[in-house]
């Protein structure tokens, strides 16, 4: 921790400001020095000096509001972090906080020392590591440019030989731009992984710091509410760790093809049954097989990953109360499956990359995700040695459908 903490506070209020001094005051063994800002325009002044280490914003400012503050301020380059202050605790104001780029948000009246220390402590700490993070992506570039500009120097010398080395200027150009790829790929990730991992971290974090408040068998609803948002979380983020898992294993080509037999209508219930509790109020998946015969030699583990994949997306990208229509056939020739569903679908301009690695359509910037899971599908198919194709129209939703040959590949 820091030995002496900058504090501003931005609130048009002087007795919040008085409240939140004896507040601060009250914080045993720290070093905290705690200034004031009593409107926006001198806040934003104040914070251009970069003299603070964390920023209180009170979600009320006349006749403009914190959340504009925070998002100004993070968009002209502050990286000290701000916690929000808010008159009432409520979900849609914890998450509009977030996306702005605030670490926490503090229910003005209700926190005491222990909670305003504990959150400066670990916003700071959270954003440290966010500057980790830019500061690796940083170094990677200069890396990146460094090598291309070797690279580069190196077909400048080649250009002064004779033809036959025109094979070898070809090889230089093709790492030059295997190099540029990889480097607009590790971008995406850190870009993704950093967001990704702060919305559920952020989660988790006000949801432990609001159980220690409810301390009554009266407020056992409270606290299960809050323990199902971190089991939320972490299962959000079990999932992204999962998908860049994923990802790395097929770069490593680690990832195996291992048929065994199996009765396919029986798997996908179960499968369709695992889903049930990741569904939104009111969704539905419907699955019909549509062929007698039943019976196929696939690899289980990679067909449960398509399906489930498949199936969280429709579900994800569709609204409460909508069906996810899910049919199989089994012929003598191949398997096919199809998941239909009635969501946003995918705009034209999109569908060319649908499938390229951390890729996220225009029209689902507000819906979680890494835009790996559609890449990671089309792999596990081909590793299967099937064949992926797909309809979608905006508004009206989207179909997938999958076809594997019944030799399949090992």
Do not use: C
Not at 48 to 66: I, K, Q, T, W
Not at 174 to 181: D, G, I, N, R, T
């Amino acid at each position: 921790m820091l030995d002496k903490i900058r504090v501003l506070l931005v609130d048009d209020d002087e007795d919040d400001f008085i409240i939140a001094r004896d507040i601060m005051d009250d914080i045993p063994g720290r070093n905290y020095v705690l200034e004031w800002a009593s409107s926006f325009d001198k806040a934003v002044d104040i914070i251009r000096e970069r003299r603070h280490h964390v920023y209180l914003v009170d979600f009320r400012l006349g006749a403009r509001d914190g959340l504009e503050l925070i998002e100004k301020s993070v968009n002209e380059g502050v990286t000290a972090p701000f916690i929000l202050l808010t008159g009432q605790s409520d979900r849609e104001t914890d998450e509009k906080a977030m996306r702005v780029g605030a670490q926490d948000y503090l229910v003005k009246g209700t926190f005491n020392p222990f909670d305003l220390e504990r959150s400066i402590r670990y916003s700071i700490e959270h954003a440290k590591s966010l500057e980790e993070i830019q500061k690796f992506n940083m170094e990677l570039e200069q890396r990146v440019e460094e090598r291309t500009r070797e690279l580069a120097a190196a077909n400048r010398e080649l250009e002064h030989t004779n033809r036959t080395l025109k094979q070898a200027q070809l090889e230089i150009h093709k790492a030059l731009q295997k190099e540029k790829e990889l480097h607009e790929l590790k971008s995406r990730f850190v870009t993704i992984a950093s967001h990704e991992f702060r919305t559920p971290l952020s989660t988790v974090l006000s949801s432990a710091s609001l159980i220690t408040k409810y301390k009554s068998a009266e407020d056992d609803d409270k606290r299960l509410k809050h323990v199902g948002r971190i089991k939320s979380a972490v299962n959000n983020l079990t999932n992204i760790l999962n998908d860049f898992l994923s990802i790395s294993r097929m770069e490593e080509g680690k990832i195996y093809n291992v048929p065994t037999t199996f009765d396919l209508h029986t798997f996908n219930t179960e499968v369709v049954d695992e889903m049930q509790g990741f569904l939104k109020d009111g969704q539905r998946i419907d699955y019909q097989h549509l062929s007698e015969a039943s019976a196929v030699t696939l690899d289980k583990q990679l067909l449960k990953n398509i399906i489930l994949n498949l199936l969280s997306n429709g579900s994800k990208y569709s609204g409460e109360g909508k069906t996810i229509w899910f049919t199989t056939e089994v012929t003598e020739q191949s398997i096919r499956l199809v998941v239909h569903d009635e969501g946003i679908g995918i705009p034209d301009a999109d569908k060319v990359h649908l499938f390229t690695p951390f890729f996220r359509a225009q029209n689902v910037t507000n819906i979680q995700g890494t835009g790996l899971g559609l890449n990671i599908v089309k792999k596990y198919v081909e590793i299967m040695g099937g064949t992926l194709d797909y309809q979608s129209e905006l508004g009206k939703g989207t179909e997938f459908s999958i076809t594997i040959p019944q030799t399949a590949q090992t």
